[in-house]
């Protein structure tokens, strides 16, 4: 480029193309949190040691034989579950100098405090769904007895009978008659193009 008036000549005009910063900063993409919603919460008070132990008591079967009158029967021992949970430590931080913090152009500390609750919510809820996926309670689509043998697709035949195996097992649904179910978004793309899927949806 000739700038005319004998003041300067470029032919290059990098070395005068600013750039314009936006203060604005982008949303990052945060993902959905999903199971830790629906875990029990207990608390351990300070200086308590750092398990938790719960307990349950188990159900009884139906009592079917009939009484005789005058005869006390022989009763029944009732049996508790214990289930422990052991407190474990998840953590992370950054670092933010002085200079940064006084001299830098974005609002880091805010900025950096969002992005670390984002981290320690994601982690929680990893941490909580690989707990639930090393359950040894499972039922496998297809009739296969692992996760690496299971073969076809979600089909709504397989979403009835995981409820079926709810309701005889006395699962009690959170609401109306329904139970919580996790589904990966490739295995919903199958599930929506299975006929029985859709003509219920209908």
Known sequence: MILRG???????????NGVFYDKVLLKRLVGNL???KFGQK?????????EISMRRFNSLAPATQELTEGVTPDGEK????????????YGNFVT???VLDMAGLDKNITE??????????????????????AGTTVQYAGGVDSRAAVTGK???????????????????????????????PYCAYDLMNDPLWQDVSK
């Open 6 to 16: 004998n003041i300067n000549t470029l032919k290059d005009l990098a070395a005068e």
């Open 34 to 36: 999903h199971f830790a």
């Open 42 to 50: 207990r608390n351990i008070p300070g200086n308590s040691g750092t």
């Open 78 to 89: 009732y049996g508790v579950t214990d289930v422990r949970a052991t407190v474990k430590q």
């Open 96 to 98: 933010i100098t002085d």
């Open 112 to 133: 950096v405090t969002e992005v670390l609750g984002e981290q320690a919510a994601e982690t929680i809820d990893n941490i909580i769904k690989a707990e639930i996926f």
């Open 154 to 184: 979600l089909t709504g035949t397989e979403v009835m009978k995981a409820v079926r195996t709810l309701r005889a097992n006395k699962a009690k649904p959170v609401a109306d008659g329904y139970y919580i179910g996790f589904i990966d």
